[in-house]
């Protein structure tokens, strides 16, 4: 059923069942607090980003307080950064000093988190960046921090065998030292990129089959994503939506989504979604079989800033009504009505209403006959007309009830239909949703 299922090694049952992951964007970046590219996005040099290494020192980081936040609203799974581009490792690496463990915190992070999570039932995900703005074979591109300051000697002398060394070794401790590892969530390659003789990264540069090789056969059940350039893997989508695609095409994909735009922590940066949006994102995606990995990203303290913890919690509050229609649920092929989105679990079908319409909504295309319908949020009675009701009392006009009569339905319906009767008042919750139970055959 899923095109990618076969090129993903575990079994990704549960990645599926899941549907909702909390990415953690954390570094060295979070203390510059202007997104966790700023290295490149301000060409800073090496020896003038060290100080973000000297002042690291989350003081009031409490993993266990994340975890219990993330458990509380709703994610299944986490994915935490344990190196991003700048080449920063929150564990207690033996290849390199450019780690947590040789800041002011000095422990390692990447064990707190991994134990807090776990402790909640939570699964563990791993972001590790493939670019690296640290790492002394790590060639020149068009990305690094330093292409404006480049040193042909230096780049002459550089390997990057080496560096594919460097990442498998650090690929080891990661996979072997932390327990069972669910997911793992390479970033990126940019292969077709050029900025005139310099050149992007793809599956060369990383050594992929090899390093894919490595990370099987360390973790075999592990799921991977896409980001290696071997074309397969979990396909994931970052900050927009996957639109509607058939079932023959369908893929195991997640996609990732920040709260404001930026991943890292961004002080300045107030473009944050509301929570309708993000509920609507979340449904949306379920709608089209893909998960949600939804970022927050702590600030220099170890905090979760009130405004993203605020948009989780509201998140979570709809997810705890509501978690019938998105946990272990899939798409439908079926049409939905106008700016609704159906999914499906078991015996019965969710329609989630974006836009608030008047009184009706008609169903097409239904493909059993329906028991009972009823909002999710406080399980109350929504009104079913069938069609084959409606068209027979039709046939004499004056029989027609007045409740019908009211409704003014003047459509012809295909008896697999059904019109629901719905308030005039919207339900008091951010995207109410109507379950439809259908009868057993
Ligand atoms: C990108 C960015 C990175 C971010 C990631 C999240 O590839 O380079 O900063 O971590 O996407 O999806």
Known sequence: ?????????????????????????????????????????????????????????????NPKEWAKLARENGF???????????????????????KVTNTPYAKDMLREVIEAFRAEGIKIGLYYSLIDWHHKDFTMDGYHPDRSRIDLEVEKKKDMKIYQEYIKSQMKELLTEYGKIDYLWLDFSYESKTWGDLKGKGKDDWDSENLEKLIIELQPNII?????????????????????????????????????????????????????????????????DG?????????????IDEKSKELLFEVGKWLKLHQNS?????????????????????????????????????????PKKV???QFLNDYSEVKVIEAQVLNEKRKGESNLNNEL???????????????IEIPVKKPDTLIPVIEIIFEEE
């Open 1 to 61: 059923m899923y095109k990618n299922w076969s090129n993903l090694y575990g079994n990704p049952k549960w990645f599926i069942d899941s549907k909702f992951g909390m990415f953690i964007h954390y570094g060295l970046y979070s203390v510059a607090a202007r997104h966790e590219w700023i290295m490149t996005l301000e060409e800073i040099e090496e020896t003038k980003y060290r100080r973000y290494f000297d002042n690291f020192n989350p003081d009031l980081f």
């Open 76 to 98: 299944k799974y986490m994915v935490f950064t344990t190196k991003h581009h700048d080449g920063f490792a929150l564990w207690d690496s033996k290849v390199t000093d450019y």
């Open 224 to 288: 991977l994503n896409d980001r290696l350039d071997l074309k397969r893997g979990v396909s994931t989508h970052e900050q927009y939506q996957r639109s509607k695609v058939d079932s023959n095409q369908k893929i195991i994909w997640e996609g990732c989504q920040s709260l404001n735009g930026s991943w890292g922590y961004h002080r300045d940066n107030d473009n944050f979604k509301t929570p309708e949006m993000l509920v609507k994102i979340l449904v949306d995606t379920v709608a089209n």
């Open 291 to 303: 998960n949600l990995l939804l970022n927050i990203g702590p600030n220099g303290r170890g905090q």
């Open 326 to 366: 998105i946990y272990n649920s899939s798409g439908v092929e079926i049409q939905p009505p106008l700016d609704c989105r159906y999914t499906m679990n078991g015996n019965k079908l969710y329609l989630h209403i974006f836009s608030w319409p008047y009184r009706t909504l008609t169903l097409k295309n239904l």
């Open 371 to 373: 028991k009972f319908a």
């Open 405 to 419: 009569k009211a409704l003014h339905i003047k459509e012809k319906l295909d008896l697999n239909s059904i019109i």
